[in-house]
């Protein structure tokens, strides 16, 4: 299997709304990765846990909330988001470090619209 | 921040011609990456090249990488419709290879 999966396609939420967004992989990476990525830009790191701890956090707002609950799963929790907030959010994962040669696989995104 | 630039920004072209796009960036890397996105999906790796190649082949693609100018180019041979997407250059900012930041891509058409 050399798929990562993301669950939901599309999300509409409400600002004062909870929800999360769910990312599987099962190659045996144990490095995993959010990125976000407005129309037209490029993607914009996150997060990134490595062997399920967190690893790298891009001073994102604490609306949105990672958690790695093993190593296939990664969740992002979002609550009480803004409009601007609306984009494509990645998930990807890697192999563990082994130098700096690791190259990414992507899901196929969760597309979030915040009203 | 922003690594990585690419240019040109957007590039139309006919089937069978073939697409170059550039990529520079700011920092040293110990390698590059290139990646495809057809619209609104997820990333596809094509190739990586480490900073001690200067050049590298993978089917119709060739990557270029030039260190002392800070910049790599990616040449798609015989471009086909489905060659059609957004192409991103991709550094890692750490040694682990894991804190990526992309440039901001070249939109390629490819016309039948």
């Known amino acids: 299997d050399t798929e990562v999966t993301q669950t939901p396609k599309h999300l509409v939420m409400g600002m004062t709304n909870k929800k999360s967004l769910k990312c599987e992989q099962h190659?045996?990476?144990?490095?995993m990765y959010w990125y976000k990525q407005k129309a037209k830009k490029p993607p914009e790191l996150m997060f990134v846990?490595?062997?399920?701890?967190?690893?790298i956090n891009e001073s994102v707002p604490s609306r949105f909330s990672p958690e790695c609950p093993n190593s296939s799963l990664l969740n992002l929790h979002l609550h009480a988001l803004q409009p601007e907030d609306s984009a494509l959010y990645l998930c990807?994962?890697?192999?563990?470090?082994?130098?700096?040669?690791?190259?990414?696989?992507f899901g196929p995104g969760t597309r979030l619209t915040v009203l | 921040s922003q690594q990585g630039e690419e240019d040109p920004q957007a590039l139309s072209i006919q089937e069978g011609e073939n697409a170059t796009m550039n990529c520079s960036y700011k920092t040293s890397i110990n390698n590059l990456q290139w990646y495809r996105q057809n619209s609104g999906r997820g990333l596809v790796h094509l190739i990586l090249?480490?900073?001690?190649?200067r050049e590298k082949h993978s089917g119709r693609l060739r990557v270029t990488l030039d260190t002392s100018k800070k910049s790599s180019s990616l040449l798609i041979t015989a471009s086909r419709a489905a060659d059609t997407a957004s192409y991103f250059c991709a550094t890692a900012l750490d040694n682990y290879g894991q804190n990526f930041v992309f440039g901001p891509g070249t939109r390629l058409s490819v016309l039948p």
């Open positions: 190659m045996g990476h144990r490095a």
């Open positions: 090249i480490r900073s001690n190649e």
């Open positions: 990807a994962s890697s192999q563990p470090p082994r130098g700096s040669y690791n190259e990414q696989f």
């Open positions: 846990y490595s062997y399920e701890k967190l690893s």
